[in-house]
């Protein structure tokens, strides 16, 4: 199976695609979706969305999983960046896309055990989980590939828990 991970976001979207057999999880792509901020907001989503539909054309995965939202600050931002997030469902779904969504706490939880984990925690399991020589930059690349592991993981726990 190949999963799509995306830590949703407007000036930068980090992307994760991933195959999974049996408990093994081998990178295909991984990177960041960057939009200028000197663009019009409009054709900031429209790149994310061309580049994105690129990114599925190409790996042709049958998940998305993308991270929900957490903002406690700057609401203008949180509103900016829910948009955005929108469009990157949108691409999904205009590829058929099944879409699954954790929370940042899900995602700690999957991949460190503790769903109050520290960043560079989750970063260096998902170093582990793929066999990288060393941590995926920006960050949020590192999240979008601990998005596409997190949801490896329920998959692999409701298959185990179906044959019992």
């Known amino acids: 199976m190949v999963i799509l991970g ?9 992307y994760g695609v ?4 049996g408990n093994r999880y081998r990178p295909l792509e991984y990177g960041a979706i960057t939009t ?4 019009d907001f409009p054709n900031r989503i429209k790149n994310i969305y061309d580049q994105l ?6 790996y042709k995965p049958e998940d998305l999983a ?3 939202l ?5 609401v203008k931002t949180a509103i900016k960046v829910g948009q955005a997030r929108g469009v990157e469902i949108l691409a999904a779904v205009h ?6 969504e954790y929370t940042p706490l899900q995602i700690k939880q999957a991949i460190v055990g503790y769903g109050r984990a520290e960043k560079y925690q989750v970063q260096e399991m998902v170093k582990l989980f793929l066999n990288l020589k ?3 930059k920006p960050d949020d690349v590192a999240d979008a590939l601990a998005v596409a592991l997190c949801h490896a993981s329920c998959l692999k726990f409701k298959e185990d828990f179906r044959m019992r």
């Open 36 to 39: 200028d901020s000197n663009l």
């Open 18 to 21: 991933i195959e999974c057999i």
């Open 95 to 100: 590829r058929d896309l099944n879409i699954y």
């Open 53 to 58: 539909l690129d990114v599925i054309d190409r």
């Open 66 to 68: 993308i991270e929900e």
């Open 6 to 14: 995306i830590d949703p976001g407007l000036a930068i979207v980090g």
């Open 70 to 74: 957490f903002f406690n600050k700057n």
């Open 134 to 136: 060393e941590v995926p």
